[in-house]
């Protein structure tokens, strides 16, 4: 049997992820590299702050991820992932979002076939915060929000 407190936390789960499509679907992400943490700015209103791994795939391989950023690979010059990933994705816009509920994991569908993975790498803490405006909106963690 469910308890009423799983179905509660189910429900706020789905209003949530409804949410987050109806905001995001359409709107363009940047990402940006601070002193701490990853910033994901989702259209005007959106703002994704985190310190969780983060990749962008593409159809063969990842294109770039987080852990990259300021390696330099035998480069000449250290990976720049908010530089890539602009220059990957820059113009493109949201198809679709999921949460994976067991996870709390992010996964960003873009118009370009590139997808953007947020990764929860915690079991304890939360690993992004989602803000409205300025106004928070959810946490995300194991288990969803």
Known sequence: MVSSKTKRAVSDINKFECKLRKHCTGASIKVRKL????S???GSTIRIDG???????GESCIEVCSEDHGHS???PDPVDAEEKFSDL???S???R???????GDLTFHLSNG???ELIVTSSGYENWVISEGGEFLAAGMSGGI
Do not use: D, H, N, Y
């Open 97 to 103: 979002v999921e949460l994976m509920k067991p996870t």
């Open 89 to 91: 994705a820059g113009g």
């Open 93 to 95: 816009k949201i198809k």
């Open 40 to 42: 994901f700015e989702i």
């Open 35 to 38: 002193e701490s943490q990853w």
């Open 73 to 75: 690979f035998g480069l």
């Open 114 to 116: 590139m997808w953007l």
């Open 51 to 57: 310190w969780m791994l983060w990749r962008l795939v």
